[in-house]
């Protein structure tokens, strides 16, 4: 599976952005799909995921201000980030988690929020 990530850039605390993610390749392996993210100095860690299923879960510090959304072919997942403050910032990566356990990552995209 390969992946190709689109978005980040640099906004305003209270802002808005939008990330997607585009899977090719076996995506008919594909369980979950998901964003991690890393900033600076610290460990990645996961931010949202989407289970076959529409299941979803969220990192607390998120909830209420990220959707993540999958289209039905599982081609693609986007993250929609709202109210973003300066804790947001880090790298985002995208997942996704196939029915053989296996992880796939995108490269990762800067998401920069300024106070």
């Known amino acids: 599976v390969q992946l190709q990530a689109f978005g980040g850039g640099l906004v305003q605390a209270g802002g808005s952005l939008r990330l997607s993610c585009a899977a090719s390749?076996?995506?008919?392996?594909?369980?979950?799909m998901g964003w991690y993210r890393q900033a600076p100095g610290k460990q990645r860690e996961l931010v949202a995921r989407?289970?076959?299923?529409?299941?979803?879960n969220y990192v607390d510090s998120v909830k209420g201000r990220f959707t993540i959304s999958r289209d039905n072919a599982k081609t693609t997942v986007d993250l929609q980030m709202n109210s973003l403050n300066p804790e947001d910032t880090g790298v985002y990566y995208c997942?996704?988690?196939?029915?053989?356990?296996?992880?796939?990552w995108g490269k990762g995209t800067l998401v920069t929020v300024s106070s």
């Open positions: 997942n996704v988690y196939t029915w053989g356990h296996t992880d796939y």
């Open positions: 390749g076996n995506i008919f392996s594909i369980n979950g």
């Open positions: 989407i289970f076959s299923g529409s299941s979803t």
